[in-house]
């Protein structure tokens, strides 16, 4: 088992920043990839950025590409998303999910039935 528990969220004007954090517990969290997906009001959820379980595999969305950022830190089971340049339509629940099913590959992982475990989700509301 693995609990997700994000953290970060709020309202932000467009062109500012938010950092959202999950902070991980249960199994070896260093051993497997990590995502962040966003769900707004009335459409599917979508993938923003993965990361492999070393950290140094990144990969985004193209609609966050060169605005977002995926980082982990494995002694703190914590995986962030900094998010610069906001833009109203970045609003959105934004989730947390593990893929400890593919633990120790280095897969790109984009699709949210990849990921077996998913956090409660934090809001983003960027206004214009």
């Given at each position: 088992?693995?609990?997700?528990?994000?953290?970060?969220?709020g309202l932000v004007q467009a062109g500012g920043s938010l950092r959202l954090s999950c902070?991980?517990?249960?199994?070896t969290f260093s051993s497997y990839p990590m995502g962040w997906f966003r769900q707004a009001?009335?459409?599917?959820?979508?993938f923003?950025?993965?990361?492999?379980?070393t950290g140094g595999n990144t990969y985004y969305a193209?609609?966050?590409?060169?605005?977002?950022t995926i980082s982990r830190d494995n002694a703190?089971?914590?995986?962030?998303?900094?998010?610069n340049s906001l833009k109203p339509e970045d609003t959105a629940v934004y989730y947390c999910a593990a893929a400890p099913r593919y633990s120790g590959t280095?897969?790109?992982?984009r699709t949210p039935q990849e990921y077996q475990y998913w956090g409660?989700?934090?809001?983003?509301t960027v206004s214009s």
């Open positions: 088992q693995v609990q997700l528990v994000e953290s970060g969220g902070s991980a517990s249960g199994r009001p009335g459409k599917e959820r979508e923003v950025a993965g990361i492999a379980w193209d609609s966050v590409k060169g605005r977002f703190k089971n914590t995986v962030n998303l900094q998010m280095y897969t790109y992982l409660q989700g934090t809001q983003v």
